[in-house]
Every structure is written in structure tokens, then in C-alpha cells.
């Protein structure tokens, strides 16, 4: 069975970090690229960030761009979103997704259930 | 960025009837060189991973019952339940993929009358 699982949702203080991970399972994870989709609390999904499969190449929103980053490790079929500089905004559940890439562009074939974020003092 | 807006926020059907959704992007997501809507739709039930239902506006994925459809092009999109069952209840988004960042629209939150 293809399957993402997340973890590392947590409350965290503004200004703080967390470190986010997905695992995969039941598909070749080193051939796909994969994202991070967020979703704040009354509000619409949002993608955040997306990796090659090799890491070579990385893309951001522009409203996290130069707080997080994004890696994976495809010995370990895992993803990783590393949060820094944590705001308020930033409040929301967040989705592992696989990506289906059609040229420069993307949807989402395979998602995870989602791990939670907040930011609160 | 593309600003997809869908219409209604939330929708009551009685079960056994239609349930139809709309989708307005801000920009065509119709690529005139292959002539293809660069649109998806998702399902999201509450605990449960959303679900690829529809890309390229119409193309239903593998599994996907075929009450399910997607229309449109260009710039308005439509998916439509053309039966409701109970397990259909679910916040629907679409997404286009025409222009990145790709961007999804505000979900619609269907529920049986």
C-alpha cells in the first residue's frame, strides 16, 4: 500500500524551531519529487516547498523562503521540513504529498494524513 | 500568483441527487500547445488523507468512482457528483498546476441535506 506518514507536529514558541518528517512506504520514494502542503486552521491548502529526487534542485512559497528548508534522505525513504523563525502564520497541519510532475509543473497524487503545527506563546 | 475561487463555500444535497462545484481561476490554465486544463481536484474527509480525484479538469484517477466528473476550460471548472452517497461528504478543493507556486482554491464543504 502506498502510504506517507508525518510526525513532529508540535507547539512551539514564536521564533522557535521544528523539525517535520514524512515516511514512505509502498513505492519507489527515490524516483519521485515530494512537497510539503500546509494548511492553516479555516483556511485553504497551501503548498510550501518541494525537493527533487536526488535533492539537487529545491523550491519555496515565498513566505517561507530563507526560514525553512527542505531534504530527504532516500536510503531511509524519509522527508524532512525543517522550520526556523516560526511565526503565528505559520500555525497549521502539514501534509507530506508526492508529487506527479508534468514539466515544470505539479500536482498531488499521494498524500499524507497530516502532523500539526502550532505557534503559540 | 493564480487565485482559483470556488463557488459555493458549502453545499447541502439530498442523497441521490446531483452536487455540482465550481471553480474560477484568476488566468486561463489552458495550455494552448497541447491544448490541456492544468486543473486538479481533491477529496478531504475529516482524519483522512485528501484523495487525487480529477487532473487535467476531466481525467478521473484509477479507483475514482465514475459519479465523479470534472468539465470546464480555460478559466471556469466544474466537478459534479451526479449521484451523492453518504461517503461522498468531504471538502472538495481544486488546484491548477498551469503556473507555479501551483495554488488551490478555498474548498468547498459538502454535506447531505
Known amino acids: 500500500e502506498v502510504q506517507l506518514v508525518e510526525s513532529g507536529g508540535d507547539l512551539v514558541q514564536p521564533g522557535g524551531s521544528l523539525r517535520l518528517s514524512c515516511a514512505a512506504s509502498g513505492f519507489t520514494f527515490s524516483t519521485y519529487w515530494m512537497s510539503w502542503v500546509r494548511q492553516a486552521p479555516g483556511k485553504g491548502l497551501e503548498w510550501v516547498a518541494n525537493i527533487k529526487q536526488d535533492g539537487s534542485e529545491k523550491y519555496f512559497v515565498d513566505s517561507v523562503k530563507g526560514r525553512f528548508t527542505i531534504s530527504r534522505d532516500n536510503a531511509k525513504n524519509s522527508l524532512y521540513l525543517q522550520m526556523n523563525s516560526l511565526r503565528a502564520e505559520d500555525t497549521a497541519v502539514y501534509f507530506c504529498?508526492?508529487?506527479?510532475?508534468?514539466?515544470?509543473?505539479?500536482?498531488?497524487?499521494?498524500w499524507g494524513k497530516g502532523t500539526t503545527v502550532t505557534v503559540s506563546s | 500568483d493564480f487565485v482559483m475561487t470556488q463557488s459555493p463555500d458549502s453545499l447541502a444535497v439530498s442523497l441521490g441527487e446531483r452536487a455540482t462545484i465550481n471553480c474560477k481561476s484568476s488566468q486561463t490554465v489552458l495550455y494552448s500547445s497541447n491544448n490541456r486544463n492544468y486543473l486538479a481536484w481533491y477529496q478531504h474527509k475529516p482524519e483522512q488523507p485528501p484523495r487525487l480525484l480529477i487532473s487535467?479538469?476531466?481525467t478521473r484517477q484509477s479507483g475514482v468512482p465514475d459519479r465523479f466528473s470534472g468539465s470546464g476550460s480555460g478559466t471556469d471548472f466544474t466537478l459534479t457528483i451526479s449521484s451523492l452517497q453518504a461517503e461522498d461528504v468531504a471538502v472538495y478543493y481544486c488546484q491548477q498546476y498551469y503556473s507555479n507556486p501551483p495554488t488551490f482554491g478555498q474548498g468547498t464543504k459538502l454535506e447531505i441535506k
Open positions: 504529498a508526492r508529487d506527479h510532475i508534468e514539466g515544470l509543473y505539479f500536482y498531488f497524487d499521494v
Open positions: 487535467w479538469a476531466s
